[in-house]
């Protein structure tokens, strides 16, 4: 019965998602990893697998990073989760790789002290685990035990994100919650780090049509202290949620923390540059032209640079890529 439900939901789609010779030629910028779509029987037999979770990051030397994780049934992620491992010595033209990374998945790339490390967790609804690599992603540490990169037991998730550096501490989002520690401690020792509170949210808010947040970008400057920014499911908002730079514990006002932002009912990616003192944030914003398509966190063909000056007024500065065939394409996280 499930093969047969499974295989109506495949002629339903017209047969999207089955494999077939596939070009890179429309594909902008250079491909790192790629997975072919599922075949047919994949799908019927449970063993579709997927791309997710991009990161990337820069070597104090200049060459780049760049992991992503698998899903999909045929994945394994509910019990160990992939994820690969790319390295660019010429700025991206160019990649080597992968190194195949288990019990590591939805990964957050970083550089701390001149040494790269991936936060993730072990499988879907995991263990929070980090690992440190000193040859620029060729070997990592293994998260055995607590002061070798295990740092929370239990069941937890999250998406990749960008840690900032702020008071001392380094911060980092899991999930609607940050987690931090102070930038001179063992970052592989879990008593090092603290996972703040969380806030609950309500699904009376906007009147009813909140569904869940989830999937926050962590950010910082000097006026704004630091700022954890969920994704609104499924209204283009996002909210300001503020840490305690002591406690590490989280704050929102209901009545004034809602921020209207183009894009971020779907996951998207914010950051803070110090020299135009600008918050600069990627999101995929629902075109007026796109408007009645479907459910609007799925409409994810449009990609674009959206700037602020106080977190609460965003403009979209720039759209960067762009393809008529929602169906089809979507830049995303």
């Known amino acids: 019965m499930k093969v047969f439900v499974r295989l109506l939901a495949c002629l339903a789609l017209g047969g999207a998602g089955i494999a077939s010779a596939q070009s890179m030629a429309d594909v902008p910028g250079v491909v790192v990893g790629y997975s072919p779509s599922p075949s047919l029987t994949d799908l019927l037999l449970d063993r579709e697998v997927y791309v997710s979770s991009p990161s990337?990051?820069?070597?104090?030397?200049?060459?780049?990073?760049?992991?992503?994780?698998?899903?999909?049934?045929?994945?394994?992620?509910?019990?160990?989760?992939?994820?690969?491992?790319?390295?660019?010595?010429?700025?991206?033209?160019?990649?080597?790789?992968?190194?195949?990374?288990?019990?590591?998945?939805?990964?957050?790339?970083?550089?701390?002290?001149?040494?790269?490390?991936?936060?993730?967790?072990?499988?879907?609804?995991?263990?929070?685990?980090?690992?440190?690599?000193?040859?620029?992603?060729?070997?990592?540490?293994?998260?055995?035990?607590?002061?070798?990169?295990?740092?929370?037991v239990g069941s937890y998730g999250g998406t990749p994100s960008i840690p900032v550096v702020h008071g001392g501490k380094i911060w980092i989002a899991q999930s609607t919650g940050v987690l931090s520690a102070s930038t001179d401690s063992d970052l592989l020792n879990a008593a090092s780090w603290k996972l703040s509170n969380k806030i609950a949210s309500s699904t009376t808010w906007f009147d009813g049509k909140f569904e869940l947040w989830s999937e926050a970008q962590v950010v910082a400057s000097p006026a704004t202290g630091v700022v954890l920014l969920p994704k609104i499911q499924p209204l283009p908002y996002t909210a300001l949620l503020r840490a305690n730079t002591s406690t590490g514990s989280l704050s929102f006002d209901t009545a004034n923390d809602f921020v209207s932002t183009p894009g971020t009912e779907k996951k998207f990616g914010a950051t803070y540059d110090p020299v135009s003192e600008r918050f600069y944030l990627l999101s995929n914003p629902v075109l007026p032209v796109h408007a009645s398509y479907g459910v609007p966190q799925l409409t994810r063909n449009t990609a674009a640079v959206l700037v602020s000056r106080d977190l609460r007024h965003w403009d979209v500065q720039q759209i960067f890529l762009y393809a008529s065939k929602i169906a089809y394409t979507a830049f995303q996280y």
């Open 56 to 152: 990337i990051a820069v070597l104090p030397h200049g060459d780049y990073v760049a992991s992503h994780d698998l899903f999909g049934a045929g994945s394994g992620a509910t019990t160990s989760a992939t994820t690969r491992v790319y390295r660019s010595t010429d700025k991206g033209r160019t990649w080597t790789g992968p190194v195949v990374l288990t019990d590591m998945g939805r990964g957050s790339l970083f550089v701390h002290n001149g040494l790269l490390y991936l936060l993730g967790y072990a499988k879907e609804s995991g263990n929070i685990v980090l690992r440190r690599s000193s040859n620029g992603g060729v070997t990592w540490t293994t998260p055995t035990g607590s002061t070798v990169g295990l740092l929370k």
